[in-house]
């Protein structure tokens, strides 16, 4: 028996009714979850405020800003919050950088002195090996940070900005900081975070005669509309409040504020970019919404138009360095700007292989599972709980729906 087209149509919609009636349970239940762990970082006072946005196969099926923006003004968090986004930073330069590769104004195995002459970092035997623009975006440049390396480490005694503080240092004055002090290995045999995307912003400027900030404008956030996202702050009365974590609560930064992390301490200056004399830092230097975040992370889960071809993605999102870097614990490696997930079992994450994640020191988490069709942002206004504690986890959790026991 056939059915007339106008049967097939209406077949066809109430098929498409039934799934969508039973995707809507599922939909609420995440929703229920992500609901309880945004509250309960809340009311266990780890986070101060937060905007969480989750999309399925390009369609946001949880939004919530929760908590404060300005905790001591009791100002409430909003969904366009502006956020001092730090390493969130690096994944939008990487994608300005692969433009470039694409129009043949740089090459990935450009040294860097063909863009930066004077840049000549030293192993400590004294010779000068040779860095390529690709080492510096897999980060497996000899480089490191100041906050990896302790408080009494070379970057620190060198003065080196690590993109978060030293408001009105030129990015001369820190190339220059961050070439004095010798490599922590020669180039390409290990993996290492590090400054390499502040490196990289400077050999994009050098090789084009653009600023970054024009650079990243003309190639990412102006094609997708991110009008909140660049080097400056486009409404100051949307800036976020930045905290560091404390007891019995997170703690309001002030004008310098400096915030453990594993065997160091990040250096925080949250007016540096209210500062238009500070470097436009590719590693740290941008503020923007979790929303133009979601417009950025969408284009790249969607193949990358209308500012990358897919073919430079799917490059991008390959796993350069090996998942024996464990750059966000076992199992993970690293791409182009952020890391990639080679097998889910070491961490026991609920996440696809080849997904891909990143964070930020002010207090971000993000990841997109293609497989899921997943693309998960969460900001918080709280450092460094919301990139590094329990907070992103449980977020991770409750969107698979996963359930765990101590």
């Known amino acids: 028996m056939r059915l007339p087209l106008s049967g097939l149509f209406a077949l066809g919609m109430a098929m498409s009714a039934a799934a969508a009636s039973a995707q809507a349970p599922a939909r609420q239940d995440m929703a229920a979850r992500l609901d ?3 509250d309960r970082a809340i009311a266990e006072k780890r986070i101060v405020g937060t905007v969480v946005l989750v999309a399925r196969d390009g369609e ?7 908590g404060l ?3 001591e003004a009791g100002k409430p968090m909003a969904e366009d919050a502006i956020f001092r986004l730090a390493s969130i930073t690096k994944p939008i330069v990487s994608a300005a950088a692969m433009r470039l590769v694409e129009e043949g104004r740089i090459a990935l195995d450009d040294p860097v002195t063909r863009w930066l002459p004077d840049f000549r970092p030293r192993l400590p035997n004294g010779q000068a090996p040779e860095i390529t623009l690709r080492q510096l975006l897999t980060h497996t440049a000899g480089l490191s940070y100041g906050f990896l390396d302790g408080e009494d480490g070379p970057y620190r005694r060198a003065g080196v900005s690590d993109g978060l503080g030293e408001p009105g240092m030129s990015l001369e004055e820190n190339l220059e900081r961050i070439a004095s002090v010798p490599l922590a290995y020669p ?3 290990s993996w290492r975070y590090s400054v390499a995307t502040d490196v990289l912003g400077g050999a994009m400027e050098s090789a084009t005669g653009e600023t970054l900030p024009e650079l990243v404008g003309r190639l990412v956030t102006g094609p997708l509309g991110m009008e909140d996202s660049g080097f400056a702050v486009s409404d100051l009365e949307r800036l976020v409040v930045p905290y560091a974590d404390g007891s019995p609560e997170p703690v309001r930064m002030g004008d310098r504020a400096i915030v ?4 160091g301490a990040a250096h925080f200056a949250p007016g540096r970019i209210l500062d238009p004399a500070s ?3 590719g590693g740290a230097g941008m503020a923007g919404t979790a929303g133009d975040v979601l417009a950025f992370l969408e284009t790249i889960r969607a193949g990358g138009a209308p500012i990358l071809k897919p073919e430079t993605i799917a490059t991008m999102s390959r796993d350069h360095v090996g998942p024996q870097a464990e750059t966000q614990g076992p199992g993970w490696g690293f791409g182009y700007g952020w890391a990639v997930l080679d097998d889910p079992k070491p961490t026991e994450t609920p996440q696809s292989a080849g997904t891909i994640q990143w964070g930020g020191a002010y207090g971000h988490s993000w990841f997109v599972d293609p497989a899921h069709g997943l693309t998960v942002v969460a900001l918080t206004n709280t450092a460094f709980e919301g990139m590094s504690g329990a907070f992103p986890g449980e977020i991770r959790d409750a969107v698979y729906g996963v ?3 101590e």
């Open 187 to 189: 180039p390409g045999e």
């Open 36 to 38: 309880a762990a945004i």
């Open 403 to 405: 359930s765990r026991t």
């Open 279 to 281: 470097f436009p830092s």
């Open 60 to 66: 946001v099926v949880y939004r919530r800003a929760a």
């Open 260 to 263: 453990p992390l594993g065997d």
């Open 69 to 71: 923006a300005d905790r």
